[in-house]
């Protein structure tokens, strides 16, 4: 969860490390510390909370140097604090760190029963520590490294620097991404081509398990046995771009806005605007007799979603279940299922563990990622992309919509594939996906309904989404945007389920947020809504213009264009956002970094 970038440099480095842990913040941002070489000896700069903390301090203690390492820190051993910031020095070496060793304990006791301090609470500081030793024991720093990340287990992604190592930082990878940059006469390693945009788009993606070593002439790679490798250099799009946030006060803002490009570039992965024939990217849903869906969070309930629509459109058996629940037990899966993880980074821990677990038992494996050079992307049998660009923000808002639009579109190709459906209907729904980009625009421009909604979402303490069918998972997003931008407490339910407890928690203080177009389920929703407002609840009606005449007085309502069911989720998802938006704002939030979050979750 943490960032982490090493520069071998002709040029200083301390600016251009914060400068990549800038678009690395995202990842986590309890602490920030950058390390460099100068004149033999390794000094550092660390700083708790933000990385502007960092800047402050460099400012009145700068770092001259070419080579250094930096991270910023989503804290997992040890509170959020300077002692327990990185990087981590032991003796002659200095390490930064995104992952979890988790046999830090033991390795920890054996260090201290040989004599070595320890400084902090932190897991990384072992890794110091062990590499330190082999050195003091003779060892050159890479045979070094490779005898410490043997002793390793967890997952880990590193880079390290040596005293007296004028032009070297060493890298490791195991179950955290780390690539390597190639620069004019400059050598970097970090956690994503994103870190490395303003450096370069000449980018070396490592195998689980390969460490590296980079100085002015290049890189060494090695495997996880010490053999010398070679790995494909790719030249990746520049990214540099695309994560300014324009005119927008937060990065979610953008991306609330940039929806439509976002939908209509995955849309174009998948639909032949022409023909209006949607393509299954090499995947016969004709041969397969169940869909698993993996994923966590946001990236979940778009994968429920997607099983009402392969469900009800291609008749396919579809389970979704959060994959930290699926690794751990004996899901009874056979070959002929085929497993699709949902991930926007394409690294979140748990999704790809529950991917490893089924291909290792031979289950075939796909992913829709929004990362085309993540893990995933590279580990599965088939890629389904998203093409939302670089979501920042913590709270994800693009990346989900563009799921939604992949897996809308995969369920018409499943339909056509399964016989379900003949091409006439295939290219009707086809020109009904594509237009949603524009009505997710419409939807957009017309927030003209939420500023006095959000103003009293803002003071309540608990609120109640309620929806059905489709609208369902789009209740337990629209809960868990709430909760972790605004802190407020939130709780998602099928409107069917109300009166099974839920209906207890109804009080004039609690509103609650019902989603419901004007569909075939919506007089049922609508009914529950009334036994809410039998019971003193405030409710707050998402719907349509149709949907809106059926509102009782009392209720407050947010009116999206009117759509076809199949798009629903799609237009209906923006005013969910948008209300958590702008309560979090009202609240005075930290919109984009909100606390104990982090963007890409690559710890269990
Ligand atoms: O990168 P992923 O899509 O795998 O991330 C999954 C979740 O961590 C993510 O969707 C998280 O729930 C978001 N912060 C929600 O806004």
């Not at 709430?482 to 802190?487: A, G, Q, V």
């Amino acid at each position: 969860m943490c960032g982490i970038i090493g520069i071998v440099g002709k040029a200083p480095v301390s600016e251009r490390l914060v400068e990549s842990l800038r678009r690395l913040e995202y990842r986590g941002y309890d602490s920030a510390g950058i390390a460099a070489l100068i004149g033999g000896r390794i000094e550092r700069r660390r700083a708790e909370g933000k990385l502007r903390n960092l800047e402050a301090l460099l400012a009145e203690d700068p770092l001259e140097a070419t080579v250094g390492i930096g991270h910023t820190r989503w804290a997992t051993h040890g509170a959020p604090s300077v002692r327990n910031a990185h990087p981590q020095m032991a003796g002659r070496v200095a390490v930064v760190h995104n992952g979890i060793i988790e046999n830090f304990a033991p390795l920890k006791a054996q260090l201290q029963a040989q004599g070595r301090h320890f400084e902090s609470d932190t897991d990384t500081e072992v890794v110091a520590h062990l590499i330190d030793r082999e050195l003091a024991r003779g060892l050159e720093p890479v045979a070094a490294f490779k005898v410490a990340l043997d002793q390793l287990s967890g997952a880990y992604a590193l880079a390290v620097l040596v005293q007296g190592e004028e032009s070297l930082v060493m890298g490791a990878r195991r179950g955290s991404p780390l690539v390597v940059g190639e620069g004019q006469g400059e050598m970097f390693i970090g956690t994503d081509a994103l870190g490395l945009g303003p450096f370069t788009n000449r980018i070396i993606h490592l195998d689980d398990g390969d460490f590296v070593a980079i100085n002015h002439e290049g890189v060494r790679i090695f495997d996880r046995s010490g053999q010398k490798v070679d790995r494909a250099l790719r030249v990746v799009p520049a990214a540099s771009a695309l994560v300014e946030k324009g005119n927008y006060r937060h990065f979610m803002e953008k991306e609330i806005h940039d929806q439509p490009d976002a939908c209509q570039h995955t849309l174009s992965a998948y639909i032949d605007p022409i023909s209006n024939t949607v393509a299954s990217r090499g995947v016969d849903f004709a041969a397969i007799d169940r869909l698993q869906i993996v994923a966590c969070g946001t990236a979940s309930y778009a994968g429920m979603i997607g099983r009402y629509l392969f469900e009800s459109l291609a008749g396919l058996q579809t389970d979704v279940e959060i994959a930290s629940e699926f690794r751990y037990r004996e899901p009874a899966l056979r070959p002929g299922a085929l497993a699709l993880a949902i991930s926007q980074s394409g690294e979140t821990a748990d999704t790809l563990a529950a991917l490893r677990w089924c291909k290792e038992r031979g289950i075939m494996t796909a992913a829709l990622v929004n990362s085309p050079e993540s893990t995933m992307a590279r580990e599965v049998d088939v890629v389904f992309p998203t093409h939302a660009g670089p979501e920042i923000g913590v709270a994800s808002t693009k990346a989900f919509t563009s799921q939604v639009a992949a897996l809308t579109a995969l369920a018409i190709a499943a339909a056509r594939q399964r016989g379900r459906i003949d091409a006439d209907e295939e290219a009707r729904l086809a020109g009904v996906l594509l237009e949603a980009p524009r009505l997710i625009a419409d939807a957009i421009l017309d927030d003209g309904w939420i500023p006095a909604i959000a103003q009293d979402i803002a003071k309540a303490r608990d609120v109640l989404y309620l929806g059905r069918g489709a609208m369902f998972p789009l209740a337990l997003e629209g809960a868990l945007k709430l909760k972790e931008i605004s802190y407020i407490h939130a709780e998602g339910y099928a409107a069917g389920e109300l009166k099974h407890g839920p209906i207890a928690l109804v009080d004039e203080a609690t509103p609650i947020i019902v989603i419901a177009p004007s569909d075939a389920l919506f007089d049922k929703t609508s009914s529950n809504m009334s036994e809410v407002i039998a019971r003193g609840g405030r409710v707050v009606l998402i719907t349509d213009a149709q949907g809106a005449t059926h509102a009782p007085d009392s209720v407050k309502t947010v009116i999206v264009p009117a759509c076809d069911p199949l798009i629903a989720p799609l237009v209906f998802a923006v005013p969910i956002q948008v209300i958590a938006y702008q309560v979090a704002v009202l609240k005075g939030a930290d919109v984009d970094q909100p606390r104990n979050l982090a963007k890409s979750v690559t710890v269990e």
